[in-house]
């Protein structure tokens, strides 16, 4: 993973000629992706661009950091960084990161400096898209950071990256609704995309996710809410508001973004449902778990759920949910 540092004292993205996002003293952040790199590099360059000591102080040395003189990034995507020019005059990109696995990484690394200096300090470009970016460089100074975790084996210490603050927004308009539809759009064929047929996940996020299901399952009280890391839509949350007859809360769905996957904050909102169901009096929390997602599965039995039985019920199109239960006691 590369990241190009240019220290600007103003900077702007623009697409189709409408700017879509802009800061003032602080670094234009270049990132790009390539084959090998992994979450660890996003943590460390990320934690090295918000350390890095390239500011002016008193005296005129390079003494401080963005955090230090109260900057603001604006972080861009841009494959280019690894653009290969030793053979021809044709710049060969075979070193730039698979697109979907580098939009992770970016989003990543995006994440962690929202933590790191605060969520109203960092803006983005859009992955993927064609951008005009304006800046004014001060100094000139730009800075290349490299990661070496893709090619040997870091020594560093892992660095120490806020726990994201969380905050639960219900979803009450048409917006969040659609707001909703888009993280799932994002998530879902990342979750299952090795596990369910894509026809599949479309039929599922087609009924699911649709307006008049997500109205009518909140007006028989399953609550829905938007998941907020550092004030960013970051995934989404639904669960029963009361206990059932048998005294159970059911959790219907927790996701969130890849990104987040590593970084804890799957942990922390089922840590704040459980919480929650306790408050009512429930006697425990059950959920649906698909028999093949392993990832999600250990991660409810290291919170404590246990695996009580199988269940495989019908759905629209043909298809099938095909689910272990899960169980934990409060």
């Known amino acids: 993973m590369k990241i190009l540092l240019q220290r600007v004292d103003t900077a702007s993205v623009s697409i189709n000629g409408v700017q879509t996002a802009a800061i003032q003293s602080g670094y234009l952040a270049l990132v790009g992706c390539r084959e090998g790199d992994r979450p660890e590099d996003a943590d460390r360059l990320a934690a090295r661009t918000a350390s890095l000591r390239i500011f002016e102080d008193s005296e005129g040395r390079m003494n401080r950091s963005v955090v230090d003189v109260g900057g603001s990034i604006l972080a861009v995507s841009q494959f280019t960084l690894y653009a290969d020019t030793r053979k021809g005059n044709r710049p060969s990109f075979v070193q730039a990161g698979d697109p979907q696995k580098a939009r992770v990484l970016y989003e990543r690394y995006v994440a962690n400096l929202r933590s790191l200096i605060g969520a109203n300090r960092v803006r983005t470009g859009s992955f993927g898209a064609d951008m005009s970016i304006a800046l004014v460089n001060n100094g000139p100074c730009t800075i290349e950071l490299v990661s070496e975790v893709a090619t040997t084996p870091t020594q560093s210490p892992k660095p120490k990256i806020p ?12 917006t969040d609704i659609a707001l909703v539809q888009s993280l799932v759009a994002e998530i879902w064929p990342i979750c299952y995309g090795d596990i369910l047929e894509r026809k599949q996940i479309d039929s599922m996020l087609g009924w699911m996710y649709a ?18 890391a550092d004030e960013t839509p970051a995934g ?5 508001l009361k206990p059932d007859e048998e005294g159970g809360i059911e959790l219907h769905k927790i996701y969130t973004l890849p990104q987040y996957w590593s970084r804890g904050l799957g942990s922390l909102v089922l840590r704040k449902v459980i919480s929650w169901a306790k408050s009512t009096g429930a006697s425990f929390v059950y959920l649906r778990v698909n028999k093949n997602n392993v990832r999600a599965q250990k991660a409810y039995a290291a919170a404590g759920f246990l695996r009580k039985k199988a269940v495989c019920s019908p759905i629209q199109d043909g298809f099938f949910m095909d689910d272990f239960i899960y169980r934990k006691e409060l």
């Open 236 to 240: 989404i949350c639904s669960f029963d």
């Open 163 to 174: 726990a994201p603050r969380l905050d639960f927004l219900p979803v009450e308009s048409e």
């Open 211 to 228: 307006p008049e299901t997500i109205r009518k399952e909140s007006a028989a009280g399953t609550a829905y809410f938007l998941i907020a």
